[in-house]
């Protein structure tokens, strides 16, 4: 595909281009004798779907910061999904998880071992494409990681905890989800040679539409997504405090907070319905869907001084998208 053909691409385009690019990158490691055995396992959830929200997000913000050659921020966009990627795999075996996607986990097939290993594999790959580029971005990319090795330590901390807050979870969600959306976005613009006002202005746009992102998944992790690969209430089930649990523990009293505070504890597919009962009780679901707004409306807030273009009006729609998948 011809760089200046960039100019008339959709969101499905783009997004079939960062599958081509991920089937070559997996095409080229299996010819090797050294990655073929662990890429041949690692493949498996590479290759499995997803939105591919971020290196989509990393080529329009290239784009949008001024950038002429989508192919000098392809690296970059990679390495975010090989990233995310990685993270996904180790999730999976702290959780336990036996679905990703709609399919069997790594570990569920291959066993902990070869899931650790093929997680540590997919940061490497990762972190080799970000390399290519300056150290501002090598050092973007690094925080990213550190942020998310954070929050997941954060997140541990807080399993089974009905006392955690909301600001205990934004720490959580910052680090293991808005923070690498702000940086695969300020990052593209920095490969684009832009100004920092206008990396600065992807950054907050990234932030806020990943904390809009986690809140909609936690949100249809309780009501139900068939998108979203796995089973209703899986969080519930690992004991993460996602934030409309944490609203309702707050706003509801005496016998309904007790009863929450059974059904959390002693949590089973048999009380989901009751789980969401309470939830609804307490507001819980409107008020997570009115900080989604929030989020989406400050995401575009900071990108409503960057020049028009197709790409900004795709990075609009991606929010507006998020959005809309609670409704």
Known sequence: MEAEKLESMTLDSIKNLIEDSIEELVLEK??????????????????????????????????????????????????????????????????????????????????????????????ALGFELAAKYDERVVGKVRDSCAGIASGEILQFEHIHDLNTSPEDYYKIIDGKTAGPFASGCSSAAMVAGSREEISDALWGYGIE?????????????????????????????????????IYALTMLHGADRDQLRDVLTNFGDDRLHELVELLEQAGSFEYAKLLVSNHVERALDHIKELPDSEEKEMLTEIALISESRTN
């Open 209 to 245: 539409l990943g904390r809009a992102f986690q809140l909609v998944d936690d949100i249809l992790d309780l009501l139900g997504d068939e998108l979203m690969g796995k089973p209703r209430g899986t969080d519930v089930h690992e004991g993460k405090m996602t934030l409309p649990i």
């Open 30 to 123: 299996m010819s090797s004798h050294l990655d073929k055995p662990v890429m041949s396992i690692a493949s498996e959830v590479l290759l499995g779907g997803g939105k591919r929200y971020r290196p989509i997000l990393a080529i329009l913000s290239y784009k949008v910061a001024g950038g002429n050659n989508y192919r000098e921020a392809l690296d970059l966009a990679l390495s975010s999904e090989l990233v995310h990627t990685a993270t996904l795999v180790h999730d999976d075996v702290y959780d336990q998880s036996k679905m990703r996607r709609g399919k069997p986990t790594i570990h569920s097939t291959y066993g902990t071992s070869h899931a650790i290993i093929s997680g540590d594999y997919l940061f």
